[in-house]
């Protein structure tokens, strides 16, 4: 059992908008900005999207944007793109003892 | 541009002692704020973090694997090399290492991860 909590399957349709969630505790999400999303694809070692609650790195879309309210972490993809379909993860900091958590990971489809 | 990469063997036996090496270019360990974390997926599941290390030696452990995990860092090879003792079936995972930092940008993130490396635990 992963220590965030994410729905295990998301769909959407070609240029819609979808939301992740991410619920955690005060001890994680809750009590730090250091949520981070991961994209990754069948096969492939998990991307960089989303850090520090809403920052992109450099070369990520601006369809991808994050927020956080209390101890739930959400990320949002706008004008779905059949390249966003894969699965995604949410981490957090944790404190200095359980440092970093992640998320159960949640299938993004595009329809 | 950072790149890192994953290395040992692909099989262990259950009861076995895991050793991999991670070999990591475009940046240095002895560099202020910067870490290497390793993290493992197994097959269909989710990524779980097991371990990290620090530019000053500090080492962080998922607690529920603490007991079994050791890591370790050679600045001048470039390397960060961990071992998990007493393998068992379900440790069967890819494993990833990655850059990560608490200072700059991004932070106290995973920002650039090694492709990863499966290991199958089996007699």
């Known amino acids: 059992q992963s220590a965030l909590t994410q729905p295990p399957s998301a769909s959407g349709s070609l240029g819609q908008s979808i939301t992740i969630s991410c619920t955690g505790t005060s001890s994680d999400v809750g009590g730090y900005n250091y949520v981070s999303w991961y994209q990754q694809h069948p096969g492939k070692a998990p991307k960089l999207i989303i850090y520090e609650v809403t920052k992109r790195p450099s070369g990520v879309p601006d369809r991808f944007s994050g927020s956080k309210s209390g101890n739930t972490a959400s990320l949002t993809v706008s004008g779905l793109q059949a390249e966003d379909e894969g699965d995604y993860y949410c981490s957090s900091y944790a404190g200095s003892n359980n440092f970093v958590v992640f998320g159960g990971g949640t299938k993004l489809t595009v329809l | 541009q950072i790149t890192l990469k994953e290395s040992g063997p692909t099989l262990v036996k259950p009861t076995q002692t895991l050793t991999l090496t991670c070999t990591f270019s475009?940046?240095?360990?002895?560099?202020?704020?910067?870490?290497v974390g390793w993290i493992r997926q197994p097959p269909g599941k989710a990524l779980e973090w097991f371990a990290l290390i620090y530019w000053d030696d500090d080492k962080r452990y998922n607690p529920s694997l603490k007991s079994r995990l050791t890591i370790t860092k050679v600045t001048s090879k470039n390397q960060v090399v961990f071992t998990m003792t007493n393998m068992d079936p379900v440790d069967t995972a890819t494993y990833y290492c990655?850059?990560?930092?608490?200072?700059?940008?991004?932070?106290?993130?995973?920002?650039?991860w090694g492709p990863g490396t499966m290991v199958t635990v089996s007699s």
């Open positions: 990655a850059h990560f930092s608490i200072v700059g940008d991004p932070t106290y993130a995973f920002d650039i």
């Open positions: 475009g940046f240095s360990l002895s560099t202020s704020g910067v870490g």
